[in-house]
């Protein structure tokens, strides 16, 4: 009966969790879908809690409880442009839990119910240990390079056969897992058992150090994913089927994600993950004719701006670094006062994490309506008057539409160059992250702009602001 | 009896974890691009669902080392539902169309 009523709840949850993801389609909707998710979760953790038989020492249950809470709280208030970092921390949070239950089942099962590790079982125990600490330590090092911790290198970290020690270090895992399912309760298994997990941690550090800031949003896509099939694999071990249904779903949301940032990078997977981009830098050199910027001051970017009918602005990590996005809301506020249409063009890998940059301008109160994804923007380009690019580098390279010694070759961008006048901000001469030299820069058509690009759109909103004042 | 009970159990299992796939990609497809940054906050809520787990290994009567594990655990995935709903709607406050105010 009890069981009953514990399995409709659990089926309620997962109605209730579809439907927080379905209204998540529309930004109008989309907050209904929080308090769905939330009503599911609740639903879920009393039905669980609720079980007499099963469930004894509360006092535990609360102390957990409030510490998630007493951490879970200030984690949802950092600055939206720490978001990437925080997603990755809770990817980690997620591996964790999964890894640590998977860990406890195994020993209580080995030490009073061997009966209970059947192949089965066993093989999800091993998939659910080995997707969680990997995860975890995976995350912990993206969260970390984002955040730009110290000990933890920022630029991609190569060194020779580094695909040959991590494709070995796997299929060692998978060996010692195919031999852990074969022998589950003998004398060594436990330790087996223990090596795995050390492999797994250790695999998810040297799989996350040659990845570069770039392809970080493809990345925290991959450990989404990650998470929510080890959540999936938990479930196969608890024979709890909301665990394999809500992990499901989070699941196949990290791989879409990862599938639509391949794509906006012409890369597969494989490549992302074993194709460290430090390989192909030397290429760029060679080229021998030295090429000059013209820049210009904001004083002239802003006369010629006023002149302008369309203004497309292609923000990019730079932006979210100078915690730019309320400079670039004046800026659009004095361009709409004299009627200019300003539109946002958004690559789908501008920035750390996939939507990034849509946040950040939300935050800044800049009506999603303005916020153009970049196969929609792409045909108005000509028809643009000036594409203000706003820290963004290889989104924008025209390099990537023929350059085919370009690591970037084939990835789609921002046809900013179609515009009739380009202003670049940018800090320093220094090529983008990819090391990667961007043409664009050197067009005909193109002014730089060389500054922080808070402090340069301070300059230039300063200079729109007091001409409107006569 | 009770092998063929489990195994059909293990099949009935895998068949809601390939349906589940196929419903969160038809529904996942579907998310407007504007909102991948919050659907990837509410998905790391959603599979905090590792919650209930959590909740049945720290609850039970079991060895001490085991019910710290499963506090731990209970401890991340609480965070992570915290965390991941709140900064969801937080985000969510923020996106808003043609405004009518000022």
Redesign the interface.
């Known amino acids: 009966m009890n069981s009953m009523v514990t399995q409709f709840s659990y089926v309620l949850a997962t109605a209730l969790f579809i439907f927080s993801l379905h209204w998540m389609n529309d930004p109008k909707s989309a907050r209904r879908g929080v308090f769905s998710g939330v009503a599911a979760m609740v639903i879920a953790i009393i039905a669980t809690w609720a079980q007499p038989a099963i469930i004894i020492h509360h006092e535990w249950i609360v102390i957990a409880i409030v510490l998630g809470f007493m951490v879970g709280v200030p984690l949802s208030r950092v600055p939206l442009t720490a978001v990437p970092q925080r997603t990755a921390l809770s990817h980690a949070f997620g591996g964790l839990a999964a890894g640590l239950v998977g860990t406890a089942e195994y020993f209580l099962w080995l030490s009073d119910a061997q009966e209970n590790l059947t192949t089965f079982r066993m093989t999800a125990i091993i998939a659910e240990i080995v997707l969680g600490y990997l995860t975890f330590t995976g995350s912990i090092m993206a969260a970390g390079k984002l955040q730009g911790i110290k000990w933890i290198p920022q630029r991609p970290v190569t060194y020779p056969m580094q695909n040959v020690t991590n494709i070995g270090l796997l299929l060692l895992v998978l060996t010692l897992g195919i031999v852990l399912v074969m022998n589950p309760v003998n004398a060594w298994s436990s330790t087996v058992f223990l090596a795995i997990i050390v492999l797994a941690l250790l695999f998810g550090v040297l799989f996350i150090i040659p990845i570069g800031g770039a392809d970080m949003p493809t990345v925290i896509s991959i450990l989404n994913a990650y998470a929510g099939l080890s959540a999936v694999a938990m479930g196969f071990v608890l024979d709890n089927k909301l665990l394999i249904t809500a992990g499901a779903l989070d699941g196949s949301s990290g791989l879409i994600l990862s599938i639509i940032m391949c794509k906006a990078m012409n890369r597969s997977f494989v490549n992302v993950l074993f194709g460290a981009f430090g390989q192909v830098q030397e290429t760029q050199e060679t080229e021998g004719e030295h090429k000059v910027y013209k820049s210009e001051t904001p004083e002239g970017a802003a006369q010629i701006l006023e002149q302008a009918n369309l203004v497309v602005i292609i923000p990019g990590y730079g932006m979210a670094v100078s915690q730019a996005q309320h400079k670039v809301r004046d800026l659009y506020e004095q361009l709409k006062k004299r009627g200019i249409t300003v539109k946002f063009a958004i690559h789908p890998v501008a920035g750390r994490m996939p939507g990034h940059m849509n946040v950040l301008l939300a935050e800044a109160d800049i009506p999603y309506t303005d916020l153009v994804e970049m196969d929609e923007i792409n045909p108005d380009m000509p028809q643009c008057d000036v594409a203000l690019v706003l820290g963004a580098n290889d989104v924008v390279n025209p390099a990537a539409r023929y350059s085919k010694s370009s690591p970037i070759y084939g990835m789609p961008i921002i046809d900013a160059d179609k515009a009739k006048t380009v202003f670049a901000v940018k800090r320093s001469k220094n090529p983008g992250f990819a090391g990667i030299e961007n043409e664009l820069y050197f067009s005909d058509k193109t002014w730089m702009l060389f500054g922080d690009a808070k402090a340069v759109l301070n300059e230039l909103v300063k200079h729109l602001s007091s001409d409107n004042g006569m | 009896m009770h092998e063929v009970m489990?195994s059909m159990?293990?099949w009935s299992?895998l068949f809601?974890?390939v349906l589940?796939?196929?419903?969160?990609?038809g529904?996942?497809?579907?998310?407007?691009?504007?909102?991948?940054?919050?659907?990837?906050?509410?998905?790391?809520?959603?599979?905090?669902?590792?919650?209930?787990?959590?909740?049945?290994?720290?609850?039970?009567?079991?060895?001490l080392?085991?019910?710290v594990?499963?506090?731990?655990?209970?401890?991340?995935?609480?965070?992570?539902?915290?965390?991941?709903?709140?900064?969801?709607?937080?985000?969510?406050?923020?996106?808003?169309?043609?405004?009518k105010n000022k």
């Not at chain 2, 401890?75 to 965390?83: D, E, G, L, P, R």
């Open positions: 489990q159990d293990y299992m809601v974890f589940s796939t196929f419903i969160g990609i529904v996942i497809g579907r998310v407007s691009r504007l909102l991948h940054t919050p659907l990837m906050s509410i998905t790391n809520a959603i599979s905090a669902i590792a919650v209930v787990g959590s909740i049945i290994v720290t609850g039970s009567e079991h060895p080392p085991i019910r594990l499963g506090a731990i655990a209970l401890f991340a995935s609480t965070t992570n539902i915290v965390s991941g709903f709140l900064i969801t709607d937080r985000m969510l406050k923020m996106f808003k169309g043609d405004r």
